[in-house]
């Protein structure tokens, strides 16, 4: 089993940048890709950004690529997001989750969630 736990989130203005961090509860983190997910106020869950579990492949949402980064550090079993030019409409609880192998797909096979974190943008 792996516990996530999502931090970083926060009220920021529009155009300003954001990192979140996932943080893994140890060894068996390595072994899973981690993907983003965004939800935002009234909506569904939605993918935002994956990444493997050797960090050699990546994938993103079409609204995130350019202005979002995911990355992992396997020594600290964290990944991040890099979210830069915010925008209103990416206010969201952001979720962080441990992924299957294929994550080069919108809708990766899930196997554990983080409890989320809040990224509220101000226009």
């Known amino acids: 089993q792996v516990q996530l736990v999502e931090s970083g989130g926060g009220l920021v203005q529009a155009g300003d940048s954001l990192t979140l961090s996932c943080a893994g509860s140890?060894?068996?983190?390595?072994?899973?890709?981690i993907g983003w997910f965004s939800q935002p106020p009234g909506k569904d869950r939605d993918f935002v950004a994956s990444?493997?579990?050797?960090?050699?492949?990546?994938y993103y949402v079409d609204s995130a690529k350019g202005r979002f980064a995911i990355s992992r550090d396997s020594a600290k079993y964290t990944a991040y997001l890099q979210m830069n030019s915010l925008k209103p409409e990416d206010t969201a609880v952001y979720y962080c989750?441990?992924?299957?192998?294929?994550?080069?797909?919108?809708?990766?096979?899930?196997?554990?969630w983080g409890q989320g974190t809040q990224v509220t943008v101000s226009s």
């Open positions: 989750a441990a992924l299957g192998s294929d994550v080069a797909t919108m809708n990766p096979k899930v196997y554990y």
């Open positions: 140890g060894r068996a983190f390595s072994s899973y890709g």
């Open positions: 990444i493997s579990w050797g960090g050699r492949i990546t």
